[in-house]
Nanobody
Framework: QVQLVESGGGLMQAGGSLRLSCVAS????????VGWFRQAPGKEREFVAA????????YYPNSVKGRFTISRDNVQNTVWLQMISLKPEDTAVYYC????????????????????????WGQGTQVTVSS
């Protein structure tokens, strides 16, 4: 079992920055790839970013590429999502999720973009961007 706790959300004006944190506990953190997803009211959950177990590989959709950066520290058991140039359309509840990869394979990129591929989820943190 892995427990994930997100923090760092809040209210921000358009153009501002926020850094979200996801702290993990319970299992060997480096045995998991980690992704961030978001869900706005009335919309489906959307992939935002993912990082491999080592931190060496990252993935982003075009909607956030160049504005969001995912990183991790396996000693601190933490993944961060740095968000800059925020837009009102970034408003959502942001979730981090962990996908087991105990053999440290190079996972297919597409598998890290699908929410159903993940094994554990945090409770989410609200990000609101005003115009």
């Amino acid at each position: 079992q892995v427990q994930l706790v997100e923090s760092g959300g809040g209210l921000m004006q358009a153009g501002g920055s926020l850094r979200l944190s996801c702290v993990a506990s319970g299992r060997t953190f480096s045995d998991y790839a980690v992704g961030w997803f978001r869900q706005a009211p009335g919309k489906e959950r959307e992939f935002v970013a993912a990082v491999s177990w080592s931190g060496a590989t990252t993935y982003y959709p075009n909607s956030v590429k160049g504005r969001f950066t995912i990183s991790r520290d396996n000693v601190q058991n933490t993944v961060w999502l740095q968000m800059i140039s925020l837009k009102p359309e970034d408003t959502a509840v942001y979730y981090c999720a962990a996908k087991h990869n105990g053999y440290h394979y190079s996972l297919p990129a597409e598998s890290l973009k699908k929410d159903y591929e993940y094994d554990y989820w945090g409770q989410g943190t609200q990000v609101t961007v005003s115009s």
